[in-house]
């Protein structure tokens, strides 16, 4: 399916340009070697420098031929977290920014390293990507290495031709170097990613699977001392087994000036973060750490930190209007940022006693190649001193970072858009702002980013929201949003005052404890309808999520039904109408002769059981552990079913056509 076309190699040597062109049948030439070699599943393609001279890389491209008619469509990986990711048609394009917002918005994503030409079936892909093919296999190939430069893969269809491009611009490289090491194979989707990440060679997380609060989607800027006692308060009082309690941005002076706490924090952030863990939670604070907005003291007094482009001005990364608008970069390899940013971590991590750190807008470190680094190089050595400064006994969730720099570096990292408080932005997706805060973006890359879950780090998806006020989704919409997060997220944070949710509210944040393991998850997508199949234990699950703006029909296969959030039985067979935007969520019923149908308790409708068995005609039942409220349990039993009892206890009976229906509510504390 995929073979070497050739291999382009610009560089500078003692100030001389030279160009090499290496193919199957001249796979080494002067410093330069091409080695192919089997790899797991699959095989495995190193281009190797080696040579005792120092050279300047400009460009290294491998071209491959590749036949797209195996394929309808290409899976796209954005370039950091919040960069749409997601499958595209083959004959799809990526649109460029448009001219006018170009200022404002290139730092953000990949505009700055890869020139979008809007053309039909060029589609590019950061650090991995791949193309579902028959039999439910995809063809992946993989970068295993971006330490040093990023990958760029641009799927051109019409031409049959894959462009593998290193992002070498700055790299000066001697010794024995790997220009590029690449990983293709066809297997399932689980089997690829595990093969690739096998071959990756990253340490499985340490970090555990967490609901959490964060002050960010509700407060944003205002957040203060009052409010986050309040809101812990609500935690402790509810006796909620969250695990991670954070602050983010709002506490300090300006962003910079992370020492410098203002006058809402009147105790300071050693108080806050004390009394978080008095509650029983990690305390987790937001930082930029590699940032600085024009009025601080740290852009004021030290402009020598802010990292310059190649005309001497000050790189820009963005603009925020909940700050004083421009905001900066530092420099990492100015000696006196180093300290400075080992200060801060020693501060908050150590004297204030903050475990986990949320570090964000981390991109901005490598917007310029410098120090014989590439774009890449600099983000490794940025995410080296961060977690050196920070300490491996804390935690790091990162966010807005590179995400081949945050595989392997981050404990839990941001793979979506941020959530925004409306469905989407119009006049920013018509910019073609593929990071832009978005709803519909942060669910899209949720469901497209499933697969790093656990291998490279775990996966943040961003808040869930279901309050009903200073929000504008609609109550679908947040299901939606809740329901994603909950498949294929393991850091679930919300923001809402949970003080002021109803009852039906409460009771449905209230179901999401405990969070429970998902697995077997298959993905099947068509115009924008996300059909997932997945397990909870030995219990199986149909999830239907619509992101198009088009209502959709979906005709459910043999079985029987029980809808997790309207608490009903569906019959075999009925087509369900997915209005846009809208999801839910199906626990696919036991065929057998005793089974499980639903349950009232936990989101997931039937998790709460854990295991059902006979013991003479009383059947007993295990519940889950963790659980926030007694289950309502529905069993399928046999017609002729002469017992009466669950866990000894006299159930109430509904008679259907081929079977009946026990059903009894029981004491999560007895646990058998």
């Known amino acids: 399916m995929l073979t070497i076309n050739r291999v382009l190699i610009v560089y500078d040597i003692e100030g001389i340009k030279k160009d090499v062109v290496l193919t199957s049948e001249r796979p080494h030439f002067d410093f330069f070697k091409l080695v192919e070699e089997d790899a797991l599943s699959g095989k495995r393609m190193k281009l190797i420098f080696q040579s005792d001279k120092s050279i300047l890389l400009d460009k290294v491209e491998l071209i491959y031929s590749l036949d797209y008619n195996a394929t309808k469509s290409v899976f796209a990986n954005g370039f950091q977290s919040w960069s749409e990711s997601k499958l595209y048609k083959k004959t799809d394009k990526i649109k460029p920014l448009r001219k006018l917002t170009q200022s404002i918005m290139k730092p953000y994503g990949d505009y700055t390293y890869y020139d979008y030409t809007g053309k039909e079936g060029v589609i590019h892909s950061w650090t991995y990507t791949y193309l579902p093919i028959a039999n439910k296999k995809i063809f992946f190939i993989g970068s295993l290495d971006e330490k040093n430069a990023f990958t760029n893969f641009v799927h051109h269809t019409s031409s049959d031709e894959l462009h593998v491009i290193k992002d070498v611009q700055g790299w000066q490289v001697s010794g024995e170097q790997h220009l590029a090491d690449l990983f293709f194979t066809e297997n399932s989707e689980r089997g690829a ?104 003291q740290l852009f004021q007094e030290h402009p020598d930190w802010i990292l310059k482009n190649s005309d001497g001005s000050f790189c820009k990364i963005g603009i925020n209007p909940l700050w004083s608008m421009a905001f900066y970069a530092l420099d990492i390899y100015h000696e006196e940022v180093r300290t400075y940013i080992k200060k801060v971590f020693q501060t908050v991590c150590r004297d204030w006693g903050f475990d986990l750190v949320k570090l964000d807008f981390l991109y901005g470190a490598c917007l310029v190649p410098r120090n014989g680094r590439s774009r890449a190089g600099v983000m490794s050595d940025a995410m080296q001193l961060l977690r050196e400064a920070v300490g491996n006994d804390k935690l790091i969730l990162g966010c807005g970072v590179p995400l081949g720099s945050g595989m392997g570096t981050t404990d839990y990292c941001r793979i ?243 079977f009946s229906i026990a059903y009894i509510q029981l004491n999560r504390e007895e646990i058998e």
């Open 193 to 296: 990613f595990q093969h690739y990440f096998m071959l990756c060679g990253y340490d499985e997380p340490s970090a555990e699977p967490a609901i959490g609060w964060t002050s960010w989607y509700h407060y944003y800027t205002k957040i203060s001392e009052k409010i986050a006692l309040e809101n812990l308060e609500n935690y402790k009082k509810d006796s909620l087994p969250i695990k991670i309690f954070q602050i983010d941005d709002g506490y300090q002076t300006r962003v910079g000036d992370w020492l410098s706490v203002n006058e809402k924090f009147p105790s300071g952030m050693k108080f806050m973060a004390d009394e978080i863990k008095k509650a029983g939670f990690q305390a987790g604070i937001w930082l930029a750490p590699l940032a600085a907005e024009k009025k601080s």
């Open 416 to 658: 979506g858009a941020d959530v925004h408080l409306t469905w989407d932005i119009k006049s920013l997706k018509w910019c073609n702002n593929r990071e832009r805060a978005s709803t519909l973006l942060a669910v899209t890359n949720t469901i497209n980013r499933r697969q790093l879950n656990g291998y490279a780090f775990i996966n943040d998806p961003d808040v869930l929201m279901l309050r009903k006020k200073k929000q504008f989704l609609n109550q679908k919409e947040q299901y939606t949003l809740l329901l994603a997060n909950l498949i294929f997220g393991d850091l679930i944070f919300t923001s809402d005052n949970i003080a002021d949710y109803d009852e039906p509210t409460r009771k449905l944040y209230f179901s999401i404890f405990p969070l429970v393991k998902r697995k077997e998850i298959i993905v099947e997508h068509a115009n924008g309808l996300y059909k997932i199949f997945f397990q909870v234990d030995d219990r199986r699950y149909l999830a239907l999520i619509n992101l198009s703006e088009k209502d959709r029909l979906y005709k459910l296969p043999t079985g029987i039904y029980f809808d997790s959030h309207l608490q009903e039985i569906i019959s075999n067979e009925q087509t369900l109408l997915i209005k846009k935007h809208e999801s839910t969520l199906m626990h696919c019923c036991s065929t057998g002769p005793f089974g499980v149908i639903g349950s009232k308790g936990h989101f997931f409708a039937g998790s709460e059981i854990t295991k059902i068995s006979l013991q003479g005609t009383d059947i007993k039942v295990k519940i889950r552990q963790g659980l926030l409220s007694d289950p309502t349990i529905y069993l399928k039993i046999p017609k002729d079913y002469t017992g009466t009892t669950i866990n000894g206890k006299p159930f109430q009976l509904v008679k259907k056509k081929d």
